[in-house]
């Protein structure tokens, strides 16, 4: 069972900021995504944003280390709502559905999460440091646990890891994108290997 009480952010916990620190942080993240909104954030540069806000880049690298770090950081509100729904909300996604359902529904409600977040989860993966954060340790244990739950049987890790491919950000970047497939395509792609994981 995947035991959290809060949500994990995709940055790690979050910090006590001195109030200079909390207000550039907030105009930093408020400019990113008026840009990113505005132009993609293909388009958008450290120094684009550093501009926009009215702070030096130096402030904008110390703060979030990275580009990568910086789209992870505008990622954690949504990702910390959607862990809210898969873990505390109502069925089929959340608990007191059966856990075949609830990995059905869980991929489904995924892959829309990564479809809407594309270009940022891709931007944020190009850096090794960043693409393996808090939040996919938590997808993969949910996985992996749903999995158990529906009596899956095998090495429940490399399944885990089969079904967490699915949703990369790069695999449904290529099937939408190169091979024109609908959400509900992906969603029935889903669907088929985790019922076959699950002897159905």
Not at 19 to 37: C, E, M, P, S, Y
Not at 152 to 180: F, I, K
Request: aromatic fraction near 4%; hydrophobic fraction near 40%.
């Amino acid at each position: 069972m995947v035991a959290a009480h809060q949500p994990l952010p995709v940055t790690g916990q979050a910090q006590q900021e001195r109030g200079d620190a909390a207000r550039n942080r907030g105009l930093l993240l408020d400019a990113a995504r008026r840009l990113i909104a505005d132009r993609g954030p293909d388009a958008v540069t450290m120094d684009d944003v550093a501009a926009e806000a009215g702070v030096g880049k130096g402030t904008l690298f110390r703060r979030f280390g990275s580009r990568s770090g910086l789209m992870l950081v505008l990622l954690d509100e949504d990702e910390q709502a959607d862990q809210q729904a898969f873990l505390f909300g109502p069925p089929p996604l959340g608990p007191g559905a059966p856990p075949l359902d609830r990995l059905l529904a869980y991929g489904r409600a995924r892959l829309q999460f990564v479809d809407e977040h594309r270009s940022l989860l891709l931007d944020a993966a190009r850096d090794p440091q960043t693409r393996h954060n808090p939040p996919l340790t938590l997808h993969r244990a949910h996985i992996r646990m749903l999995l158990e739950s529906a009596r899956s049987t095998g090495d429940l890790d490399a399944q885990a890891d089969a079904l967490l491919a699915l949703l990369d950000a790069d695999c449904v970047a290529y099937y939408r994108e190169v091979l024109g497939q609908s959400l509900d395509e992906l969603g029935d792609a889903w669907d088929s290997v985790a019922r076959k994981l699950c002897g159905q």
